[in-house]
């Protein structure tokens, strides 16, 4: 199939490619590289060394054998690129990641607010419009995010609810309780892709997936210029990737309040899984489908005492702290998501082990000496005043 990966620069876009390229797919990315200048206009960098796109697309080149197409240009402000490029490569299917992915980045002020919308927003509708354009048979696969759903006093459904209102019965989107201004974009793209499918017959998939962990995928191990770009701070690192890094350098685990908070995980590793899933079992014509793309449900610090347990036995003494919550979020919660969809197609989940987390501590261990203790604690606050 020929697959187009757009944001293939990022943490997920890039294993992604490779990925799909190994398993025989005519695979092309796109990237304007704005996430690195994202991480720069704000001091950060990724734990490891992540070598320029093109390199790495010439190192895969000669590891595997296959050819990666690359197409640099901005999504989200020029149609004309967007239209060109799936002019060009005519997708079958194409695999949106080219979102600002960071809820303290949205957070922070009104610029990175309006950046964060502006680029998610207006992306995806480029996107549905060049699909449009092309071949309205493209197949677009759409990372979206549980935190659409928020923490609801009521099982979350995977995209649809039946209710019966009065007598009546009818089936509507599960209503959207966002957790940032980034979750929000995420919930007008979906509402955005609904319509395309209701009103264009657009063939969607909404991969609402949840907090992704992990270092490295099968692929990305084949060459230190593969690797894909982990982050630790406060703005771009997920919790349990911040978790490990702190283990390893000695600063106490940042739990944000009592530690309560429960989202859904899943190892980067079936995030691959199940894009490929979702690609090869394409939608139909009109279809707006919803997966809930996560494998466990965890506490913070259900997180954190793991990481805790599994450190001590490599000898590294790690304290558990309860800062101040920054974000404006449910500590004690009911929260039960369903999940079934992507396994029902194959998943098979790598769910958190010990084996797990301690890959993890021992390859931020190699990189130990890269870690900037500053950029650790959160910054942003939810609350402006
Ligand atoms: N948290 C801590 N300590 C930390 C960092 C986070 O207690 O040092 C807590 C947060 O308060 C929150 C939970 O951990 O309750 C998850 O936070 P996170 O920063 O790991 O993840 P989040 O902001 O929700 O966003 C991440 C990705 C985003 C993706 C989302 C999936 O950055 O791209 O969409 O996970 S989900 O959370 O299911 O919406």
């Not at 720069?40 to 796109?53: D, K, Q, T």
């Not at 239209?83 to 990175?112: C, G, L």
């Not at 502006?118 to 759409?142: C, E, R, S, W, Y």
């Not at 084996?355 to 650790?376: C, F, K, Q, S």
Request: hydrophobic share 35%.
């Amino acid at each position: 199939m020929r697959i187009l990966i757009l944001g293939g620069d990022g943490y997920l876009g890039w294993p992604t490619a490779m990925y799909l390229s190994e398993r025989g797919h005519e695979v092309a990315v796109a990237d304007n590289m704005i996430k690195r200048f994202w991480e720069a206009s704000i001091g950060v960098e990724p734990l490891n060394h992540i070598r320029s796109l093109n390199v790495r697309v010439k190192r895969w080149r000669e590891v595997s054998g296959k050819e990666i197409k690359t197409y640099i240009g901005d999504i989200a402000h020029n149609h004309r690129f967007v239209y060109k490029m799936f002019e060009d490569f005519r997708p079958e299917a194409v695999v949106h990641y080219a979102e600002q992915p960071s809820a303290p980045y949205s957070m922070m002020n009104r610029t990175t607010c309006a950046d964060t919308q502006m680029n998610n927003v207006l992306g995806t509708l480029n996107v549905m419009f060049a699909i449009q354009h092309t071949d309205p048979d493209t197949h677009l696969v759409k990372l979206g995010t549980m935190g659409e759903y928020g923490t609801p006093n009521i099982d979350i459904e995977e995209g649809w609810l039946d209710v019966e209102h009065n007598g009546r019965k009818d089936r509507v989107l599960y209503p959207k309780k966002p957790h940032s201004f980034y979750h929000l974009s995420k919930v007008h793209d979906s509402n955005n892709l609904a319509f395309a499918s209701r009103v264009w017959g657009q063939r969607v998939t909404d991969l609402n997936q949840g907090v992704v962990y992990g270092i490295d995928t099968d692929e990305t191990r084949r060459h230190e210029d593969l690797q894909t770009s982990f982050h630790y701070d406060s703005v771009f690192g997920t919790v349990l990737n911040r978790f490990v890094t702190q283990a390893v350098v000695g600063v106490p685990l940042t739990v944000y309040g009592s530690g309560s908070q429960t989202r859904g995980y899943l190892n980067i590793r079936d995030t691959l899984r199940c894009v490929e899933l979702a690609a090869d079992n394409p939608a139909e014509r009109g279809e707006f489908r919803v997966f809930n793309q996560f494998t466990e449900q965890l506490s913070i610090m259900q997180i954190a005492e793991r990481v805790k347990g599994v450190a001590a036995v490599r000898g590294l003494a790690v304290t558990i702290d309860h800062i101040e919550n920054p974000r404006v979020e449910q500590e004690d919660h009911y929260y039960n998501a369903k999940h079934s969809k992507l396994q029902q197609l194959g998943l098979e989940p790598h769910l958190l082990t010990d084996a797990v987390i301690d890959h993890m501590l021992e390859v931020a261990l190699t990189h130990r000496d890269r870690i900037d203790p500053d950029v650790i604690q959160p910054a942003v606050k939810w609350k402006q005043r």
